[in-house]
């Protein structure tokens, strides 16, 4: 398999997508949050210190996803569509699911601006309550479905649909 961001001599570079068709791309990521029982019941209920979690978690999701070309050094600049950043709170399992959805017409895909809005989101909720549970842990980050663009569609085998529960 050829790594496309090196060139021939071996260093890193930034791809030129120039001749590529504009064509209308998507691409969704997921991760978690996990933490004490008594974490996700203080933000199902507002009583983080801090404020909203899951309302800060989303808007700083979708400003990541904005910024991503600006931390990920050969990600190129995107007109984005649209992000979405979707967080549910799954008492079973003690943690905050989220899923960023990004959508644009471009000629390059989305899928670094997807998985970037899920870090940053889980970063926040954990900044937001560090004060209360120095446990949490962010845990399996993963692009879940992209399409568009000349490599196709991509579906992870075994994906449910969102939300996998109550928002």
Known sequence: MELTHLNAAG???????????VTRRRAVARGAVQMAPATLELIAAGGVPKGDVLAAARLAGIM??????????????????????????????????IEAEVTLAGQTGAEMEALTAVSVAALTIYDMCKGVDKSMSIEHIRLVAKSGGKSGSFLREGEEEWPPGEE
Not at 11 to 21: C, L, Q, T
């Open 11 to 21: 260093e890193a570079h930034m791809v030129d997508v120039g001749e590529k068709p």
């Open 64 to 97: 990541a996803a904005k910024e991503t070309p600006r931390l990920i050094p050969l990600c190129h600049p995107l007109n984005l569509g649209g992000v979405e950043v979707r967080l549910w709170l799954n008492k079973g399992a003690s943690r905050v699911e």
